[in-house]
């Protein structure tokens, strides 16, 4: 797979940086702090699972620099995604998800989408923010929880660089490669990029949202698999709405060259308590909801044709 954007990105990164600069955690944190992907299981199905925004790892110098509590830094965090992932998992698909928090470097969003307001000092040229990013929710987010600001005071960019280089990029790395590999060795490949999304109590919420970026980044067929078993399954579902599919999906998907992704966000009052963040008794509902999807979607990739 060429990856051009993300050439691009090492660019930026080498003009950023004089020199060799160590990694952003220190002390404390270092010594605790888990690496910023997992990746378990091997390429043995053409499926492929991801969490990019299940990390919860809030490492004590993030919080501390936060004019929020923990409780609200982790408003925005799919919880227990890559658990929910465990049985699909089990049936062969390769799997891998973010450690660190989405409020502290957020994989889903280009690399330097960024506000440059947050930031003292010059910004770089290539800094390139757009509308997302403007309003504070780019790869380093400046708000969280009813736009409430995340920082005390503006940030060194070099903050936001050493972020790119030592989370964003080792995310995006784990799973270009994975994607590359797991496409090479079985001619196609689809990514399911698993997501969580919260109940909206002023208007009925769909159970699960499945965004493909309006019909562009994976084979229609693989959409509407999924629309049917969970709908079979008892499931309410929207397509597109409210959520098409962020940078991982646009990015990644490339149906004509046999890359698909398909973003799946469920609702998390499904199986866990917003308010306290503990799992609730449907969790294995909700795992075993997952397995029979993926079983599907492995039946529509062991069976020809694709759109090529």
Same mark, same amino acid.
């Given at each position: 797979?060429?990856?051009?954007?993300?050439?691009?990105?090492?660019?930026?990164?080498?003009?950023?940086?004089?020199?060799?600069?160590?990694?952003?955690?220190?002390?404390?944190?270092?010594?605790?702090?888990?690496?910023?992907?997992?990746?378990?299981?091997?390429?043995?199905?053409?499926?492929?699972?991801?969490?990019?925004?299940?990390?919860?790892?809030?490492?004590?110098?993030?919080?501390?620099?936060?004019?929020?509590?923990?409780?609200?830094?982790?408003?925005?965090?799919?919880?227990?995604?890559?658990?929910?992932?465990?049985?699909?998992?089990?049936?062969?698909?390769?799997?891998?998800?973010?450690?660190?928090?989405?409020?502290?470097?957020?994989?889903?969003?280009?690399?330097?989408?960024?506000?440059?307001?947050?930031?003292?000092?010059?910004?770089?040229?290539?800094?390139?923010?757009?509308?997302?990013?403007?309003?504070?929710?780019?790869?380093?987010? @400046?708000?969280?929880?009813? &736009?409430? /600001?995340?920082?005390?005071?503006? =940030?060194?960019?070099?903050?936001? +660089? $050493?972020?790119?280089?030592?989370?964003?990029?080792?995310?995006?790395?784990?799973?270009?490669?994975?994607?590359?590999?797991?496409?090479?060795?079985?001619?196609?490949?689809?990514?399911?990029?698993?997501?969580?999304?919260?109940?909206?109590?002023?208007?009925?919420?769909?159970?699960?949202?499945?965004?493909?970026?309006?019909?562009?980044?994976?084979?229609?067929?693989?959409?509407?698999?999924?629309?049917?078993?969970?709908?079979?399954?008892?499931?309410?579902?929207?397509?597109?709405?409210?959520?098409?599919?962020?940078?991982?999906?646009?990015?990644?998907?490339?149906?004509?060259?046999?890359?698909?992704?398909?973003?799946?966000?469920?609702?998390?009052?499904?199986?866990?308590?917003?308010?306290? @963040?503990?799992?609730?008794? &449907?969790? /294995?509902?909700?795992?075993?909801? =997952?397995?029979?999807?993926?079983? +599907? $979607?492995?039946?529509?990739?062991?069976?020809?044709?694709?759109?090529?």
């Amino acid at each position: 797979m060429k990856n051009i954007a993300h050439t691009l990105i090492r660019r930026g990164l080498n003009r950023v940086f004089p020199g060799d600069i160590a990694p952003l955690a220190t002390g404390a944190d270092t010594m605790t702090a888990p690496a910023p992907v997992v990746f378990s299981g091997g390429l043995t199905t053409p499926l492929v699972l991801a969490s990019p925004h299940s990390g919860r790892f809030y490492a004590d110098s993030f919080v501390q620099s936060s004019r929020q509590s923990l409780a609200l830094l982790r408003s925005g965090e799919d919880s227990f995604v890559e658990e929910l992932a465990a049985d699909a998992h089990a049936l062969g698909p390769a799997l891998l998800h973010a450690t660190f928090p989405r409020s502290f470097c957020d994989v889903n969003r280009a690399a330097w989408d960024l506000d440059p307001r947050m930031f003292t000092g010059p910004i770089p040229a290539f800094v390139k923010a757009t509308h997302r990013g403007l309003s504070g929710l780019g790869s380093i987010p @400046r708000i969280v929880a009813d &736009n409430r /600001s995340i920082y005390r005071t503006r =940030l060194p960019f070099m903050e936001a +660089a $050493l972020r790119i280089r030592d989370y964003w990029m080792p995310y995006h790395a784990a799973l270009a490669d994975t994607l590359t590999k797991t496409q090479a060795q079985h001619g196609l490949c689809l990514l399911l990029d698993l997501h969580s999304m919260p109940d909206t109590p002023d208007a009925p919420s769909p159970d699960f949202v499945l965004g493909d970026g309006h019909g562009t980044t994976c084979d229609g067929r693989f959409i509407q698999t999924a629309e049917d078993i969970l709908r079979a399954l008892g499931f309410k579902t929207t397509r597109n709405d409210p959520y098409a599919g962020g940078y991982v999906t646009r990015h990644y998907g490339r149906p004509s060259q046999g890359l698909h992704v398909l973003q799946i966000e469920m609702r998390r009052g499904l199986y866990m308590d917003e308010t306290t @963040r503990e799992k609730t008794e &449907n969790f /294995s509902a909700i795992q075993k909801a =997952l397995a029979i999807l993926a079983k +599907a $979607l492995l039946d529509d990739l062991s069976t020809p044709p694709l759109r090529s």
